[in-house]
């Protein structure tokens, strides 16, 4: 294998194991959903997007640790950027978190979909 | 995606957001219009990213790597080989495609405007504002990235830019439900960069971030405006789903809900339709300004003649609030002070200060967006 055949595996395995608990997920909500296990152990979607989430963030630190200023850049006008997204979210929560109740969408998944997959690949 | 600096990092970024985005379209598992929304965003984005993938590899049969640095030092210079110079011509109208389903411009207008709709109102207001400035900037290094092979679609985003206000304005013209009004006034608004972006000119660039900026705080203003609608008429009466938000419940809002939220309301449509001193006015100058510093007189003359259409629909709303008779007879919801609306007072008030300051951060803020685009990494 060469460095290239490296580096598309290296890309594809978050989304491959991202992919794999969904299944994972969907094959406990099948057969376990009646059971006292499935009461008992926290076993949701916000806990298998939690942990896909923290691997496609361990697979990118990684390879931008690896690879730095290879795949990433760090200036400070990406900080600059980045900083204004950041501002732009929190003025945006008040908006946001009025609509959520006001249609009564009265789960926490929604804000973490919000936070940790929409926000963070900016 | 501000930091990337590959196509395949890029791709997974996009792919990332996208999944999120399908979630949040489809939240109301009980809502056959979420569903339909987040199904048809599904399918929209999908075939787009094949695309996206395929004429990646096309860059790379071409160049030999999908790293931005070498990109572009590989096409300072045009090939002698014209199929290869076709080739990555096509590649890029894709990449830019892909941008602008993301986006929501046109062609795309009408798909965009329908998942905007159907998916839940937070949803919405995510969809609609957050992720422009990262596609925005990527969009601008992708076109700068190419060097040579980008002055030959500068016509291509202009027309582009171009179609999206002339349609945006025309939709909006129509439409009776507020938050498909909203929805195609901020597809109208969004072609005002991608012409700039056309131009392809380095020292037009900082006008696409400061016009983004300030869209972004505007879209925050209409959003809230919606939905202080729904609680200053009381959301008993008016349901998202079985009685949506129209246009005609602003009749006589004066009269039900008080003259300072009209001032209000005034404030935020006087904005957005770009009249002076306000905030939106300096958004749409700026870009006329550019036009014309780069001689595209004819796509200037034409621009302000769209936003002179989009005013008529702007003013009609004024007008509603204050000269029509009320639908509502009494005052439903005098109490909009709840203790859950803290922070959506916070966002709406700062916003607010923000846009009606504009005139006192204006040259700081073009210095600090002039900043960004000469430091655009790659």
Same mark, same amino acid.
Not at chain 2, 53 to 68: D, E, I, M, P
Not at chain 2, 329 to 352: A, G, I, P, R
């Given at each position: 294998m060469t460095i290239n055949n490296y580096l598309s595996f290296f890309y594809l395995l978050p989304e491959i194991f991202l992919s794999l608990s969904i299944l994972f997920y969907l094959f406990l909500i099948s057969f376990f959903k009646q059971s006292p296990l499935y009461q008992k152990i926290f076993f949701n979607t916000v806990f298998y997007s939690l942990l896909g989430t923290l691997i496609i963030i361990f697979f990118l630190g990684a390879s931008e640790v690896c690879f730095s200023n290879f795949f990433f850049y760090h200036t400070y006008t990406t900080f600059v950027l980045k900083a204004l997204i950041l501002t732009f979210s929190i003025l945006a929560l008040g908006p946001i978190i009025q609509g959520y109740i006001l249609q009564k969408l009265n789960s926490p998944e929604f804000f973490f979909f919000f936070f940790v997959r929409y926000c963070l690949p900016c | 995606m501000f930091s990337c600096g590959d196509f395949l990092i890029l791709y997974l970024l *996009?792919?990332?957001?996208?999944? @999120? /985005?399908?979630?949040? =379209?489809?939240?109301? +598992?009980?809502?056959?219009? #979420? *569903?339909? #929304?987040?199904? +048809?965003? /599904?399918?929209?984005? #999908?075939i787009f990213s094949g695309f996206f993938v395929f004429f990646l590899s096309f860059v790379y049969f071409c160049l030999g790597s999908l790293n931005f640095q070498h990109i572009h030092l590989l096409l300072l210079f045009? /090939?002698?080989?014209?199929?290869?110079?076709?080739?990555?011509?096509?590649?890029?109208?894709? *990449? @830019?495609?892909?941008?602008?389903?993301?986006?929501?411009?046109?062609? /795309?207008?009408?798909? *965009? =405007?329908?998942?905007?709709?159907?998916?839940p109102l937070s949803s919405t207001i995510i969809f609609s504002y957050l992720p422009k400035l990262a596609l925005f900037d990527v969009l601008i290094r992708i076109i700068k990235i190419f060097g040579y092979v980008s002055k030959d679609i500068e016509f291509l985003l202009v027309f582009i830019g171009l179609s999206s206000v002339l349609i945006g304005s025309f939709l909006a013209f129509n439409q009776e439900r507020l938050k498909k009004f909203l929805i195609y006034s901020s597809i109208s608004l969004t072609g005002f960069p991608l012409i700039v972006l056309g131009l392809n000119n380095e020292e037009s660039i900082y006008s696409i971030y400061f016009f983004i900026i300030f869209y972004t705080l505007l879209s925050i203003l209409s959003w809230s405006s919606y939905i202080l609608c729904y609680k200053l008429l009381g959301n008993k009466e008016i349901d998202e789903d079985t009685k949506p938000l129209q246009i005609t419940d602003f009749a006589g809002f004066r009269v039900t809900c008080g003259t300072f939220w009209s001032l209000f309301y005034i404030f935020i449509f006087f904005s957005v339709a770009g009249l002076p001193p306000l905030a939106g006015f300096f958004l749409k100058f700026l870009i006329v300004f550019e036009l014309i510093k780069n001689s595209f007189f004819s796509v200037g003359i034409f621009l302000i003649f769209f936003s002179t259409i989009s005013i008529y629909y702007y003013i009609k709303l004024i007008k509603l609030i204050f000269f029509e008779k009320p639908h509502f007879t009494k005052h439903l919801n005098n109490n909009v002070f709840e203790s859950d609306s803290d922070l959506f007072y916070l966002s709406t008030s700062t916003s607010f200060i923000l846009i009606l300051n504009s005139l006192f951060f204006f040259n700081p803020l073009i210095a600090f967006c002039k900043f960004i685009s000469i430091n655009i990494p790659f």
């Amino acid at each position: 294998m060469t460095i290239n055949n490296y580096l598309s595996f290296f890309y594809l395995l978050p989304e491959i194991f991202l992919s794999l608990s969904i299944l994972f997920y969907l094959f406990l909500i099948s057969f376990f959903k009646q059971s006292p296990l499935y009461q008992k152990i926290f076993f949701n979607t916000v806990f298998y997007s939690l942990l896909g989430t923290l691997i496609i963030i361990f697979f990118l630190g990684a390879s931008e640790v690896c690879f730095s200023n290879f795949f990433f850049y760090h200036t400070y006008t990406t900080f600059v950027l980045k900083a204004l997204i950041l501002t732009f979210s929190i003025l945006a929560l008040g908006p946001i978190i009025q609509g959520y109740i006001l249609q009564k969408l009265n789960s926490p998944e929604f804000f973490f979909f919000f936070f940790v997959r929409y926000c963070l690949p900016c | 995606m501000f930091s990337c600096g590959d196509f395949l990092i890029l791709y997974l970024l *996009i792919e990332l957001q996208g999944l @999120c /985005f399908i979630v949040l =379209a489809t939240f109301r +598992k009980n809502s056959y219009f #979420s *569903i339909q #929304s987040g199904l +048809k965003y /599904f399918v929209l984005t #999908s075939i787009f990213s094949g695309f996206f993938v395929f004429f990646l590899s096309f860059v790379y049969f071409c160049l030999g790597s999908l790293n931005f640095q070498h990109i572009h030092l590989l096409l300072l210079f045009p /090939f002698e080989d014209e199929g290869i110079n076709w080739l990555l011509r096509i590649s890029l109208i894709v *990449i @830019c495609l892909v941008f602008l389903v993301k986006i929501g411009t046109f062609p /795309f207008h009408s798909w *965009i =405007a329908d998942i905007y709709e159907g998916a839940p109102l937070s949803s919405t207001i995510i969809f609609s504002y957050l992720p422009k400035l990262a596609l925005f900037d990527v969009l601008i290094r992708i076109i700068k990235i190419f060097g040579y092979v980008s002055k030959d679609i500068e016509f291509l985003l202009v027309f582009i830019g171009l179609s999206s206000v002339l349609i945006g304005s025309f939709l909006a013209f129509n439409q009776e439900r507020l938050k498909k009004f909203l929805i195609y006034s901020s597809i109208s608004l969004t072609g005002f960069p991608l012409i700039v972006l056309g131009l392809n000119n380095e020292e037009s660039i900082y006008s696409i971030y400061f016009f983004i900026i300030f869209y972004t705080l505007l879209s925050i203003l209409s959003w809230s405006s919606y939905i202080l609608c729904y609680k200053l008429l009381g959301n008993k009466e008016i349901d998202e789903d079985t009685k949506p938000l129209q246009i005609t419940d602003f009749a006589g809002f004066r009269v039900t809900c008080g003259t300072f939220w009209s001032l209000f309301y005034i404030f935020i449509f006087f904005s957005v339709a770009g009249l002076p001193p306000l905030a939106g006015f300096f958004l749409k100058f700026l870009i006329v300004f550019e036009l014309i510093k780069n001689s595209f007189f004819s796509v200037g003359i034409f621009l302000i003649f769209f936003s002179t259409i989009s005013i008529y629909y702007y003013i009609k709303l004024i007008k509603l609030i204050f000269f029509e008779k009320p639908h509502f007879t009494k005052h439903l919801n005098n109490n909009v002070f709840e203790s859950d609306s803290d922070l959506f007072y916070l966002s709406t008030s700062t916003s607010f200060i923000l846009i009606l300051n504009s005139l006192f951060f204006f040259n700081p803020l073009i210095a600090f967006c002039k900043f960004i685009s000469i430091n655009i990494p790659f």
